[in-house]
């Protein structure tokens, strides 16, 4: 079955100690992205790759890392978590080419205290 | 500049009756790409329908249909008959004809059916 694979699908922490979401899919994607969801801002984008070892900033890159190693997979690194980025986080991968759909994975909601 | 605007935050419909979820957005691109997607509950994003620039035909699938108008920079979607599965925050989206890695996702519509 083609997916993306969010793990954890929650995480609550604590200010500054570091965290790592993964993103993994099968789908043999190029293009791979990070989004996190706000009430009343819809997604915004973070990160994305559009290759192996491609990676550049979204819309709101501050505070995050990400790298791309492999094709499948594309995490989300936290060096020092802040309670502004307690939001829900997306990854989503997409095969090349304007005219196609991003598949999403199950979503992270983290929460940082 | 893109940018999509969902004006609708929220909705309130009792079942079988029918609703559009409007979604206005704004690009320079020449060519560009419209989506809805579709968030339930569960909180997972479902994909409904991708709609390119230059193909303004209007789309049904079921319950379900779009409406795309260039000249209003409108892709509106109206659901008849609605059920309460229905439920769930709507997204409309745009991706562009260079940047296409990116998606810019509207502030979402949470309808709300009731039975």
């Known amino acids: 079955e083609a997916q993306v694979t969010q793990n954890p699908r929650y995480l609550i922490t604590v200010t500054g100690k570091k965290l790592t979401v993964t993103c993994s899919q099968n789908m043999n994607h190029e293009y791979m992205s990070w989004y996190r969801q706000d009430p009343g801002l819809g997604l915004r984008q973070i990160y994305y790759s559009m290759n192996v070892e491609v990676t550049d900033k979204g819309d709101v890159p501050e505070g995050y890392k990400v790298s791309r190693k492999e094709k499948r997979n594309f995490p989300l690194i936290l060096e020092s978590p802040s309670p502004n980025q307690t939001s829900l986080y997306f990854c989503?991968?997409?095969?090349?080419?304007?005219?196609?759909?991003?598949?999403f994975g199950q979503g992270t909601r983290l929460t940082v205290v | 500049a893109q940018k999509v605007t969902q004006a609708q935050t929220e909705i309130s419909v009792v079942e079988k009756e029918d609703v559009t979820l409007d979604c206005v957005y704004e690009?320079?691109?020449?060519?560009?790409?419209l989506f809805w997607y579709k968030q339930p509950p569960s909180g997972e994003l479902v994909f409904l329908i991708r709609r390119n620039s230059f193909d303004e035909q209007n789309e049904i699938s079921g319950r379900y249909s779009w409406n795309f108008q260039k000249s209003t920079s409108s892709f509106n979607f109206t659901i008849t008959a609605s059920q309460v599965v229905d439920s769930a925050v709507y997204f409309c989206a745009l991706s562009g004809e260079y940047n296409f890695n990116k998606f810019y996702f509207g502030s979402g519509t949470k309808l709300n059916v009731k039975p």
């Open positions: 989503a991968s997409r095969p090349p080419g304007p005219n196609t759909e991003a598949f």
């Open positions: 690009t320079r691109d020449t060519t560009y790409y």
